[in-house]
């Protein structure tokens, strides 16, 4: 297969070797080491986020059990796929991206013959080709249509699952697998035309399907209506895999511009893009589409920013369309945006955390100026009024500072009031002013500034730094988290200079062994999962920057590249010795905001 197809350099095994990802047109998936299919997601109206997946159902009892959660997700990287049954005949394997966006697997067996597949997203289905080996190939393996199981290490409102049970029906060489209390269907085309069967039990249901021997591989569709579904099928069946292949890998060199040429950087956008879910016009984005395919407006805002950092026509267009779910289809009950949500807008976890109301502003903000989209704006105007009205409302009297029920780690606060998400709101109002006049937001962006730098100025060990938290009533809490980003961006948007002596003591603080449960080995992390984390490598470049540091910026890129994995994803969290992923193989943030980081360097 690979005649005739020009690969670039095999990944690295050495790197970490995980699941290699793919998506689009509204669906997302991976595969294994071995090319074999682990999940395929897409977006349902009811339930958020449904998968076709060999993994076993989450255990509900273990859902507020941190330690049950973090075995569940690791054992996601590490899972055999559905695909053809090799045995122990595999003598070696090399993994490719090509494009750096499409899962190419090629596999030696012991007599010397080598098996090569390729999948991709393509028309709102899955493509997966198969060739060589022998033939006809055997695909083995347990399957299931599920919901996703939203796997969360500090759960904020479990979402009942919905049963788990697999009918399952063959017959013109077509397979479809249903989940009845989803209405979902799954159908695979290109098995052996002779075989007819059905079957149905609970839990997921384990197969043994011959490849027709004429099939280049097999075709995966979503559905609602199993009959639909099946002609859908058999007309997409009939698609130049080649042909559909040679386009999707066009369009990708085509978009890809000279500045994501490191992995990192173009994971950061590809992945983004890839997460965007279709909600009618709306997108929402989700944190990643294995572990957590649940949106935050944090998150989200990051993968925003480096879609609209890329320029790219189509990429620029998700931002206008994630602004439309984000006001118009997300609930915001009493006002304010929840902590996370399905990605058909219900909150998913109902806590506060105040830069999640701040977010979406200045993502739209940034939209308008970038793109002199007006007609957003139009658009939005009455709900960005609401937003703020609900911002607004929540501020408290006494000290003019707002308050908030969580870090942006999820974590409970030590003291109400949180020092980089009021950085944020200066940042919003600074940006909203001269896009709507119902508000003086220039005076407001000043005041705020002037109390918190008045509020959260301390002293520690007879160093003036900024406190992480306060009561606004004179106790602190001194320490800083890597997801805390528009702290080392302060200098960068003027909340601060770059030379103020408080700002540098307190990033010194930050990265120094002071910073109890938020420095490890010299690298940020977070007392969320206690490892060097990757978004703090990230921020590391930012204050590299402000420091005018070269060699700086050069050792964090270092770290972070370290902290990669063999397709450029970065991780959570990752042993700050070795760079082993502690936490999450699958986390969007950080990638983007790298991208962010190399496609707009001021």
Sequence with gaps: MSAGIDLPQPL????????????????????????????????????????????????????????????????????????????????????????????????????????????????????????????????????????????????????????????????????????????????????????????????????????APDAPGLIFVFGSDPLFTREDMLSMAQVDVDLALRRERREWVARRPPDARDPVVWRGLVYGEMLAVPVGEPLCILTDHMLLPLSWNRDAYYVARALLSWGDPAAVDIVRCHLLWMFETADRPGGAWGRCYLANGRVKDPAYQLDQQVFPLIELAEYVAETGHGATWERLRGSVRDVLRALLARRDSVTGLFPTDETPADDPMAFPFHFSSHILIWRAYKLLNGLDDSLDYEALADEIRERALVAFAAQRDDVPLFAYATDGAGQVHFYHDANDVPLVLAPSWGFVKPDDPVWRATVDFAFSPANVGGCYAGRLGSVHTRAAWPLGDAQDIIVARVLKDPDRERRAWDRLHAAAQWDGALPEAVDPGTNAVASRHWFAWPNALAAWLALDPV
């Design 12 to 211: 690295d095994p050495a790197q970490g070797v995980k699941p290699l990802d793919f998506g689009g047109h509204g669906v997302t998936g991976s595969v294994d080491p071995l090319g074999r299919l682990i999940a395929l997601n897409t977006f349902h109206p009811t339930h958020g986020y449904v998968t076709l997946t060999v993994a076993q159902p989450f255990p509900e009892t273990e859902r507020y059990n941190p330690a049950a959660v973090r075995a569940y997700r690791a054992g996601l990287a590490a899972l055999d796929g559905f695909g053809p049954a090799f045995g122990g005949s595999v003598r070696s394997r090399e993994a490719y991206l090509l494009e750096g966006a499409i899962p190419h697997v090629r596999l030696t067996l012991e007599d010397g013959s080598t098996v090569e597949s390729t999948t991709f997203a393509w028309g709102g289905g899955v493509i997966q080709i198969w060739r060589g080996g022998v033939k006809p190939l055997r695909f083995v393996g347990t399957l299931s249509v599920q919901r996703c199981t939203y796997t969360q290490l500090t759960e904020g409102g479990p979402v009942a699952m919905p049963p788990v049970r697999t009918r399952a029906a063959l017959f013109d060489g077509v397979l479809t697998l249903e989940n009845p209390a989803l209405y979902t269907t799954v159908a695979i085309a290109g098995f052996e035309p002779d075989l007819v069967w059905q079957a149905e039990q609970d839990g997921p249901l384990t197969l043994d399907l011959p490849l």
